[in-house]
């Protein structure tokens, strides 16, 4: 088993959790502790990506343009990433965080729609800096498609491409299945980013990096999205154990977790019900907050909703689903109940 690159979201990813709240002053305190510790790749942005901050994503309480100068001008070793969805951003939030000092941009799509990511490969090239390719929701289709995904992403000129675990729906064998096929159709770089739904995180990044996997991600105390992801700091003690050594201190990312990020984190991040049916019914992270909301302004169980939006396949940009859904159940809760 090769040693990875690890990329930390805490400052992306870790932002949904705490509804985009992050300080500059939180930014520059988690961004010293990664870099101290070693960690190689930092990302930052609002979790949707660049230009994420909208009435229908969730705004941010500091500009992230701002968020992400105070994250160059800190780290001293660690690149410094942000992740882009087309669509969301535009070719202009790109050009501006790579003027502010990205070294990286990490260009998500679902995992059907790579064919929307040319013109940012390209720009991202053109402009010299690092391009990642993000295959989001990936346990909604076979390693087969992933595999023709990955290739298109590669021809445009990505330098790694991600399997993504959006849901936290995949097992350790479905992980295995699809890196292997990456890396066995790929001549660049294969990544992992999982999250924490079905309890596998960790255990989907360590079957990641048994199949080949080059890269993978982590967030400090697994802040992140839904159930979470896969803690730094943890991925590196597991590392540790199986004599891998990333060069990481453990101990920095120790004390980073336990005194820097753990204040900042509103209520414990734990596989609750909601994290859990989000991830058994393969639907999207990010929608959990929104369909809280939407669930006690409609008197509905977050799971309802879950499972609905799991049968119809949402994805990624289709949050104005969940209102609809909640209204259509609660009509029918309301129907049922005039019926009795």
């Keep these: 088993m090769k040693i990875p690159r690890l990329t ?5 990813d870790g932002s949904h959790a705490i509804s985009y709240s992050y300080t500059s002053d939180q930014v520059k305190d988690i961004v010293h502790g990664l870099d ?8 930052v ?5 660049l230009n994420g901050s909208t ?12 968020l992400i100068k105070v994250a160059v001008e800190t780290a001293k070793q660690a ?10 951003g535009t070719s202009e939030e790109l050009r501006d965080a790579i003027e502010i000092g990205i070294k990286m941009v990490r260009i998500a799509v679902h995992c059907t729609e790579a064919d929307v990511t040319e013109q940012y490969f390209h720009l991202a090239k053109e402009l010299g800096i690092e391009a990642v390719g993000f295959l989001m929701m990936s346990h909604t289709q076979p390693k087969e498609v992933l595999v023709e995904q990955a290739k298109l992403m590669e021809s445009y000129g990505a330098d790694c491409v991600y399997v993504v675990d959006s849901a936290g729906a995949l097992v350790p064998d ?3 299945e699809r890196v292997s096929a990456l890396k066995d159709a790929l001549t660049i770089d294969v990544g992992m980013h999982a999250h924490n739904n079905l309890g596998l995180a960790i255990g989907n990044t360590i079957a990641a990096l048994e199949a080949g996997a ?4 982590g967030t400090v105390r697994g802040l992140g999205a839904g159930a979470g992801n896969a803690p730094t700091e943890v991925i590196v003690a597991a590392l540790n154990k199986m004599d891998i050594d990333t060069g990481i201190s453990l101990s920095v990312l120790m004390d980073l977790a336990e005194e820097v990020v753990a204040p900042i984190i509103p209520s414990p991040i734990v596989i609750d019900r909601d994290n859990l049916s989000s991830g058994y019914a393969g639907v999207y992270n990010s929608f959990l907050l929104h369909v809280r909301h939407a669930a006690e302004k409609f008197d509905l169980n ?18 104005d689903w969940i209102i609809d859904v909640a209204i259509e159940l609660a009509e029918k809760k309301k129907g049922l109940q005039s019926i009795k």
């Design 214 to 217: 080059d890269q993978v991600d």
């Design 302 to 319: 977050p799971t309802e909703i879950m499972e609905e939006l799991g049968k119809r396949q949402a994805i990624a940009g289709q949050e």
């Design 174 to 176: 479905g992980v295995r």
């Design 45 to 49: 942005s609002h979790g949707a990506g």
């Design 36 to 43: 101290k510790a070693g960690v190689p790749v930092i990302e």
């Design 55 to 66: 009435i229908q994503q969730g705004f941010s309480k500091t500009p992230e343009s701002e």
């Design 8 to 12: 930390d979201t805490t400052l992306r």
């Design 79 to 88: 690149k410094i990433a942000s992740l882009f969805v087309p669509g969301i």
